[in-house]
Structures are given as C-alpha cells and as structure tokens.
C-alpha cells in the first residue's frame, strides 16, 4: 500500500549538555543548535526511509528557524506547510541527560513561534493525499494547538486514513492541564499506539499487568499497540482472528547508547511506515528496534535517522 | 490515569470553531447551541481566554487569531479594532526614505499598493516630475498632491483599480526611461531573488528593475508570502529599505550581495548596492 504520512507539532533547535548529569544552573558547555521536536524527527525518518511525508509546524524568520527548515527539506521533508513568522522566534530547548535514558529539558514552546500552530494553520490541501496521521503527545501543548491536531486528525479519518499516537510523556508535561482530555480524545480516534514502557501504566484504569492494561486500551478500538522497552525490544499487541489479544516480541540491540534523544521516535515512524507499507508486524518491530540502536549510536536528536538501505545492514 | 472523559475538551473545541467562524458571538447564543447553561459557557469563554483563543466584551466573545494574539499581547483590543484608533507610523518613516532618491525632473514608476500610497503627499515638493503608475487609486492620489505629470498603464483594470500587466504595456513601458522604480516587494528568496505579493504584476515589476535607472525596494512586515513570484536579482535593485522587524532575517544576506548599511532609525534601515551606486 502506498503511504503518505503527515505530523505536526513543535520544530526547535536543541542545545545538548556536553557533560553527562551536567546542571541548569552551573555555567557549561552545550552543543548545538540542533534541529529537533518529537514530530519533526520523526518526520525526518520516515523521509529517511524513503516514504513521502508532510510536516507542519512553525518558525520564526530567523536562523534557527532557516535552519530546522533547511535540514528537513535536505532529508527529503515536504516542508511546504513549515510557516516562517517575523515577530516571533523559533522556539529552542536545553536539555542534560540526568540518568541513562531520562533526560531533563528546559524549553520555550508557549512563547514561541509553535504557539501559532492553530487550525487555520492547518491546510487541508496540503494534506489531500495523505492517508495517515501520526500525532506525538508533545504536541498537545495549548489548546490551539489541540484544536490544530483535532482538525488534522478528523480531516484524515473522513478520508479514509489512519492515526498512530505516542504519548511521549515526559516529566515537564505535567504542566499541561489538557493532558489527560486530549490524550482520552485522541485515543477515540487511534489505530496504532506507540507506548514506552514506563508509560504504560499512567493508562491504567487499575493496577494491572502490562498484557491487562493494555487490553483495556484496546477496547477503545485500537488495533495495534506497541510497547517499546527501548534497547531491550518491543512488544506489539494486535487482535487476532479469534478475537483474542496477542503479544508479539521483537527483542533489541546491543549498542554503545552515546544518546538516546531522538530514537523513540526514529522507532516509531519506522514501525508505522513500514507496517502501513505492508510489511509483517514482526519485520516491522525488527526494523524499528533497529532504528532506534542506530539513532542513539549518534549524538544529537536527529542526527541518528537511517536509511532503509542502513537498517537493512545493520540487520544482515 | 483514571477513566478521563474528553467532553470538556469537545465542548471547548466546539466552541472554538463557532467561535472561529462566526468572529464574535454572544454567551445566549452558545449556550442555545450547545444545550448547556450560561454558568458552564461563562466558564467554557474563560478558559478559552486565557488561552489566547479569545477575548470577551460585554456578553460576547470575540476570536482572535495566533497572529493577533503576538502581534497585540500587551494591547486589549484584536488588532481590527485597534486599526481604528492606531495609525501605523511605522509605514510613512518606511516610504519616506525614498524622498532621498528622488530629484526634481525624474520620471519615476510607483508599483501598486497601500504602502506606496503613503508615499505620495510627500511628492509636492518635488517638481517637474512624471510619475507612471498602474493603480488608479495612486494616481488619483498623485494628482491631489503634486503637479506631475501622471501617466498610467496596464491593461484590464482589477477589483483593486490596479491595471493589470498586458502585452500593450510591455510596449508602452520600452517608450520611457525611468530614473526611478520605486516598489514594494515581500520577501528575498534564498536565491537571492525579489519576491512581491501578486503574481499578475510579475512580469512588468521584472521588466521595469530592468530597465530604471535606479531602483528602491521597500520590505515592510509580512506575514505569509508566495516565493514564486519574482521580480528580479537583489544585486540590480540600488537602494533595499527594510522595516526594522526584517532586518534579523535579511541582513546577512544583504551584505552577502554586497550592500552596505547606510542609515538607520527606529523604523527602518537602509542598504545601497555598493556596486550599483
């Protein structure tokens, strides 16, 4: 089947602490500007992968914004729906990696260009051929930008589309009083969740295993639920002829992590684009657990995106 | 998380987009609409107001854009009612700049537009100039305020009253050599071309830059642009009048096609090709 993808959200340029554990409030080294943001990248991976993508989001008319826009047309991103804006700048983040794999974030997304995604931003003619939507939770940052996503997610459902969500919670989330709405609103329309696994039971209703939490997310309609255990594997749920809840393993890699950043969610538009691609569920856990080692051998968010031509090495 | 309903959320996205298409309506009329009472849509509005959606006045909610909403973030008012109570300054200091330019006896084209407009009265003390226009509504303008000689070309005439470009105003143009071209432009693409807004006017703006004399582009703030329509190389325009908000954007790239700084204000900042002056 062929595939064309779309996402929205944040576009931000990063600055990584070039220590581990390094602090905020001490004067230190950072790297960057790196283009980053959860969809953005993944956008970038699936354009990696060879697979027509759609990205839309906002900058201001500044270098950092020339930037993020410049790298992801390079990589093979549509960025036709990528606004540049004068009097607003494009929104930037610090971040420091506090444990292996959690890191700490100090961003400006409110206040910046990303604020102006709204649901006039979102053109529906830009989006007339796309047959899918990947939404992160990230990016349900205001209201507006809710209400951008929300048109996006119904105008791709009346065409017959499909949606994959990644909740991608993080700590500095817990600000957002939408949260928890937008993630039960969006989950009405989910066809592929994507769930890390220390995630998975802010969805539990009661204290549960994985295998019954996940079966009552299910029941919303949802046909397949990934749970990434980051270097150790993923796990898919799927129905299967019977109706019965399914568990399919892919195991992980071995890798130098050097920085995970980023690899989430190389994982997720690998699996998403190749399953919709028609590839097995098995082949496509196996290509995305990939896509993620290959991404946290790189530093830098989005400096670990793969070819499929990549990943196939990797793997042989 | 527990079982979280999203039909707050819906509500509030509901509200939203009535909001949105209706530009301002009044809480009785949501409330009727969505079947819920005034406490709850009082509450709904606050909500959406503190979020930026919004702004309420007496019983009524009016939208706002994002663009509004950074553009008038200290302001009470949307910046449509505020148009009626500001006059933007910033304009006048951006177009009076090209006054320098301009000596008595040149012929000089005005490309179209609101900016442009605000040009004019400062014409009258300039003499014996002619002025070419394809917008009637400039022209007309020219004619109140100075003694020029005021000429207009084009072809069908627009919803605007601005002369769109035919092959007959190719012609007319070739008649005339222009000490000044004088014109409004959007963006620079990363080619280094000169884009402006309207595509219909495209070929004459690009037959004239080659043509004048002398050229001055003016870049005010924008929003949203077409990178399509150019109108020519940045390196043969002689004079780029930036307003102050474009300046971070462009003035790397300037410098890279050899102008140099030459005046500032709080409004605007000034470039001359160092090549062609």
């Known amino acids: ?316 | 998380m527990a079982k979280v309903s999203s039909a707050l959320l819906k509500r509030r996205l509901e509200i939203a987009e009535i909001v949105r298409k209706c530009g301002e309506i009044k809480v009785d009329e949501l409330s009727d609409i969505l079947q819920v009472s005034h406490v709850t849509i009082r509450q709904d509005l606050t909500y959406l107001e503190h979020q930026g959606y919004l702004k309420r006045f007496f019983g009524k909610a009016i939208y706002i854009s994002p663009e509004d909403f950074i553009n008038n973030s200290t302001s009470v008012y949307p910046s449509r009612l505020a148009s009626y109570f500001n006059v933007d300054n910033n304009d006048i200091k951006l177009v009076t700049t090209c006054l320098n330019y301009i000596n008595n006896g040149d012929t000089i084209f005005l490309s179209h537009g609101s900016l442009i407009r605000k040009l004019i009265p400062f014409l009258h003390n300039k003499k014996y100039l002619t002025v070419i226009l394809n917008d009637l509504n400039n022209a007309q303008l020219v004619k109140e305020f100075s003694d020029a000689e005021v000429i207009l070309i084009g072809g069908v005439l627009d919803k605007s009253n601005v002369l769109k470009h035919s092959n007959l105003s190719s012609s007319i143009i070739n008649q005339f050599s222009f000490s000044n071209f004088i014109f409004e432009f959007s963006a620079i693409n990363a080619n280094d071309y000169l884009v402006i807004q309207d595509i219909e006017h495209q070929e004459i703006y690009q037959q004239i830059l080659k043509n004048a004399d002398h050229s001055i582009g003016i870049l005010p703030p924008q929003m949203k642009i077409n990178e399509n329509n150019t109108i020519g190389k940045l390196k043969n325009t002689d004079v780029i009048v930036l307003s102050r908000s474009v300046v971070n954007e462009y003035h790397q790239q300037l410098l890279n096609s050899n102008f140099k700084q030459v005046t500032t204000d709080k409004y605007c900042v000034t470039y001359h090709n160092v090549l062609e002056v």
Do not use: W
């Open chain 1, 1 to 316: 089947m062929k595939v064309k993808i779309c996402t929205l959200g944040e576009l931000f340029v990063e600055f990584v602490a070039k220590e581990f554990n390094q602090r905020f409030d001490q004067t230190s080294e950072y790297i960057g500007p790196y283009p980053s943001g959860a969809p953005a990248i993944f956008a970038n991976q699936v354009a990696k992968l060879g697979f027509p993508v759609i990205f839309l989001s906002c900058v201001g008319k500044d270098p950092f914004g020339k930037m993020c826009i410049n790298r992801l047309k390079q990589d093979g991103v549509n960025v036709k729906g990528i606004t540049s804006h004068n009097k607003v700048k494009t929104a930037t983040a610090f971040s420091t990696q506090i444990a292996p794999k959690e890191r700490s974030l100090i961003y400006n997304i409110l206040n910046s260009a990303c604020s102006l995604i709204s649901f006039d931003h979102v053109d529906e003619a830009l989006l007339k051929d796309c047959n899918h939507l990947h939404i992160m939770g990230s990016s349900l940052y205001s209201f507006r930008a809710i209400d951008a996503i929300s048109k996006a997610m119904n105008f791709i459902k009346s065409n017959g589309g499909t949606i994959s969500f990644d909740p991608n919670l993080h700590k500095e989330m817990s600000e957002i009083r939408e949260i928890e709405q937008s993630f039960s609103y969006i989950l009405e329309y989910t066809d592929i969740m994507l769930i890390n696994e220390k995630q998975v039971k802010y969805f539990a209703e009661n204290h549960g295993s994985e295998k019954e939490i996940i079966s009552s997310i299910m029941e919303k309609g949802i046909k397949y639920i990934v749970v990434k255990k980051g270097g150790d594997g993923a796990n898919c749920y799927v129905y299967d002829n019977r109706n019965n809840i399914n568990m399919i393993y892919s195991k992980g890699f071995d890798m130098d992590i050097i920085d995970y950043s980023g690899a989430d969610y190389c994982f997720d538009a690998t699996f998403v684009s190749l399953l919709l691609t028609g590839f097995t569920i098995e082949q496509a856990l196996e290509y995305a657990n990939a896509s993620y080692a290959l991404s946290s051998s790189c530093k830098g968010p989005m400096e670990g995106t793969s070819s499929l031509i990549e990943i196939q090495k990797f793997l042989s």
